[in-house]
């Protein structure tokens, strides 16, 4: 796609380098490493403007460069954009084809303990779990919680994201008690967080969601509520940055408040969202 001045990027019309190109027999082919920064803030660019096709397109290009320079740590990279790629824009095949990729290079780079390990596992779980797979995603959890809790250098934000995605499929399995205790260490994790407001309420209206289901709404009305309005503060009256990734929390959550009847709340975080993405 063409970039913000209308000139075409290489991956627009480029082909990937020549297969036929191969290093001499029995010769350990040299790696060519993909720009993974740079990867990434073009994918940012485009799910700002919400082009999911634009990203789509982007990645498989630089998925077939990476192949083809033998660059592992970049195609693991690539796989795990995918998949969460894919699972947003509910494409099973693709989704589970990556996820299977992605684990696979896992056990190539010999990486199992280490945090890029840890956030292959959440990242296929998560896709495991919307499609509803759950048993599948719970044991990837498991083994991504392992990963995290025993490395000290684990990003805080990234346990946070660990403990919400994986309360997300206990609730879906039934086991409620699990799941509130893992939103609480959530909560407690992003308190320290610098932007983690954001993932804060995101949390809280999933706890909600969750004491529904296990309690009915009349039974549960007075936390819910309780919940979706401190969720609805973070969101609004936390220092987050506007940018791109606030977009798209607000228009993740504006749905819930709709549901719970806060429609002048949903109303405003789309607001938010569209007034984002026009000047962006």
């Known amino acids: ?45 485009y799910m700002a403007h919400r082009d999911y096709a634009g990203a789509e397109r982007h990645l498989l290009y630089w998925l077939e460069e990476a192949k083809l320079g033998h660059d592992l740590g970049g195609e693991l990279m690539l796989r795990n954009e995918l998949v969460g790629h894919f699972r947003k824009t509910g494409n099973k095949e693709g989704a589970f084809e990556s996820a299977a990729e992605a684990l696979r290079l896992v056990e190539a780079l010999d990486f199992e303990g280490h945090i890029s390990a840890g956030t292959t596992y959440i990242n296929v779980a998560t896709a495991y779990n919307a499609f509803g ?22 990003d805080p934000s ?32 992003m308190e320290g967080v610098a932007g983690g ?36 503060d973070l969101l609004t009256e936390s220092d987050a940055a506007h940018d791109g990734y606030y977009a798209f929390v607000c228009e993740k959550c504006a749905p819930s408040f709709s549901y719970y009847g806060y429609f002048l709340a949903a109303q405003e975080l789309n607001k938010r969202a569209e007034s984002i993405y026009e000047r962006d």
């Open 1 to 45: 796609m063409s970039d913000d001045k209308g000139y075409l990027t290489p991956e627009d019309y480029a082909e990937p380098r020549c297969l036929l190109c191969d290093e001499p027999y029995g010769a350990k082919p040299a790696v060519k490493a993909v720009p993974q920064q740079r990867i990434i803030e073009k994918m940012n660019e």
């Open 133 to 154: 797979e759950n048993e599948k995603a719970i044991a990837l959890f498991e083994k991504a919680k392992r990963v995290y809790e025993s490395n000290p250098n684990t």
């Open 158 to 189: 990234l346990l946070g994201g660990l403990y919400n995605n994986m309360a997300l499929t206990e609730v879906a399995l039934g086991n409620f008690e699990a799941a509130f205790a893992l939103y609480e260490k959530a909560l407690a994790v």
């Open 197 to 232: 407001a954001l993932e804060q309420a995101i949390t809280y209206l999933n706890m909600a969601d969750a004491l529904e289901a296990q309690s009915g709404h009349e039974a549960a009305e007075k936390q819910i509520f309780e919940w979706v309005d401190k969720a609805y």
